[in-house]
């Protein structure tokens, strides 16, 4: 992938699916691999680009990580991804910087469909900066207003003022750099 002036290698996969998801030799369908293989994979791209790593994981609406999550995602860093971006659980989950990368372990939602009434509806994109190697990439935490009963599932930006979830949640972050 090139933005602007540089290129870089983005890696998806996902580790959350059930098995009938998955691809096999007669079914198309998603590719969950092994640590081994996404390891490799991001080891791979890395000795040549700046390496993103986009992940569907952990349990849904849960706060914290889990355990493989937190492991998968150092293990990807030292592998050498530039960053470990995850999704999945609906909600916003901690960053943490491993190594001087960060590890976005969930950015919540985005477009999808609204969960039940009163559940907490957060989202965030993540704006990546690539700068020179002596300084170092920029990460911003972009808090999105994800309430499709109010933005017509078009995430729209919220507002420094905002009370809404997913700001509360950019007070303790501001942003991350390495």
Same mark, same amino acid.
């Given at each position: 992938?090139?933005?602007?002036?540089?290129?870089?290698?983005?890696?998806?996969?996902?580790?959350?699916?059930?098995?009938?998801?998955?691809?096999?030799?007669?079914?198309?369908?998603?590719?969950?691999?092994?640590?081994?293989?996404?390891?490799?994979?991001?080891?791979?791209?890395?000795?040549?680009?700046?390496?993103?790593?986009?992940?569907?994981?952990?349990?849904?609406?849960?706060?914290?990580?889990?355990?493989?999550?937190?492991?998968?995602?150092?293990?990807?860093?030292?592998?050498?991804?530039?960053?470990?971006?995850?999704?999945?659980?609906?909600?916003?989950?901690?960053?943490?910087?491993?190594?001087?990368?960060?590890?976005?372990?969930?950015?919540? #939602? +985005?477009?999808?469909? /609204?969960?039940?009434?009163? @559940? $907490?509806?957060?989202?965030?994109?993540?704006?990546?900066? =690539? !700068?020179?190697?002596?300084?170092?990439?920029?990460?911003?935490?972009?808090?999105?207003?994800?309430?499709?009963?109010?933005? #017509? +599932?078009?995430?729209? /930006?919220?507002?420094?003022? @905002? $009370?809404?979830?997913?700001?509360?949640?950019?007070?303790? =972050? !501001?942003?991350?750099?390495?």
């Amino acid at each position: 992938f090139r933005a602007g002036q540089h290129s870089v290698c983005i890696i998806a996969v996902s580790k959350t699916l059930p098995d009938s998801y998955w691809a096999t030799t007669n079914f198309a369908g998603t590719n969950s691999p092994n640590y081994e293989q996404i390891h490799d994979a991001v080891k791979e791209c890395s000795r040549r680009f700046p390496t993103f790593v986009f992940i569907h994981w952990g349990g849904e609406g849960t706060r914290s990580p889990r355990e493989y999550q937190t492991s998968l995602g150092r293990m990807l860093i030292r592998g050498g991804a530039e960053a470990v971006i995850g999704h999945h659980p609906h909600i916003v989950q901690p960053v943490e910087v491993y190594l001087g990368k960060p590890i976005f372990y969930s950015i919540g #939602n +985005f477009i999808f469909r /609204t969960l039940p009434p009163g @559940s $907490e509806q957060e989202g965030m994109l993540v704006r990546v900066q =690539l !700068k020179s190697p002596q300084r170092g990439t920029r990460y911003t935490l972009v808090p999105l207003d994800v309430l499709n009963e109010r933005v #017509n +599932f078009e995430p729209t /930006t919220i507002a420094s003022n @905002s $009370e809404l979830p997913s700001y509360g949640f950019i007070n303790r =972050l !501001k942003n991350c750099s390495k």
